[in-house]
T-cell receptor
Framework: EAQVTQNPRYLITVTGKKLTVTCSQN?????MSWYRQDPGLGLRQIYY???????DKGDVPEGYKVSRKEKRNFPLILESPSPNQTSLYFC????????????FGSGTRLTVV | QKEVEQNSGPLSVPEGAIASLNCTYS??????FFWYRQYSGKSPELIMS????GDKEDGRFTAQLNKASQYVSLLIRDSQPSDSATYLC?????????????FGQGTILTVHP
């Protein structure tokens, strides 16, 4: 089944403790991206990647890191999480540029206390 | 001015009616436009994409694009209670920002029997 898989689905952590949310896609898609979704603010793009080793900032990249060492994987790293990073995170992938939209994973609900 | 604007609703329509969802965007360099549906607690799901002026139909859904007016709309014919969800408009710019997809805040649609 074609899908974007994120792990974990739920995560509670403490301020300052480094964490990684994994994302993997099995569709051989070129593009991958991370979003966060917050009430009243909607979906906001954190980072996106056009190919292996090629990444670019979205609208809210501060406090996040990403890497794309393999085409199928695009982990999101929070080196020192803070409570304002409590959010619902979505990983997504796309076949290409232009009229191709993103396919979203199931989401990771992160709580930072 | 927000890049992508939608009326948050809620929009309430009776079963069998036409639901009309609207979206405006500010960047004239935008080239591709998408409608996503998001059920409560679920991830966004792509339902339509459009990149040429005019109408594009897919089953009960019709997307309409007017680049001169910077306006995108989604019509849902014969609305069903199962169409009740949040509808998200998203816009992709061309050029070097191929992977950047910006979302509006969404319109909540309720279809009542």
């Amino acid at each position: 089944e074609a899908q974007v898989t994120q792990n974990p689905r739920y995560l509670i952590t403490v301020t300052g403790k480094k964490l990684t949310v994994t994302c993997s896609q099995n569709m051989n898609h070129e593009y991958m991206s991370w979003y966060r979704q917050d009430p009243g603010l909607g979906l906001r793009q954190i980072y996106y990647s056009m190919n292996v080793e090629v990444t670019d900032k979205g609208d809210v990249p501060e406090g996040y890191k990403v890497s794309r060492k393999e085409k199928r994987n695009f982990p999101l790293i929070l080196e020192s999480p803070s409570p304002n990073q409590t959010s619902l995170y979505f990983c997504a992938s796309s076949e290409g540029a232009g009229s191709y939209g993103y396919t979203f994973g199931s989401g990771t609900r992160l709580t930072v206390v | 001015q927000k890049e992508v604007e939608q009326n948050s609703g809620p929009l309430s329509v009776p079963e069998g009616a036409i639901a009309s969802l609207n979206c405006t965007y500010s960047d004239r360099g935008s080239q591709s436009f998408f409608w996503y549906r998001q059920y409560s607690g679920k991830s966004p799901e792509l339902i339509m994409s459009i990149y040429s002026n005019g109408d594009k139909e897919d089953g009960r859904f019709t997307a309409q694009l007017n680049k001169a007016s910077q306006y995108v709309s989604l019509l849902i014919r014969d609305s069903q209670p199962s169409d009740s969800a949040t509808y998200l408009c998203a816009v992709k710019r061309g050029g070097t920002s191929y992977g950047k997809l910006t979302f509006g805040q969404g319109t909540i649609l309720t279809v009542h029997p």
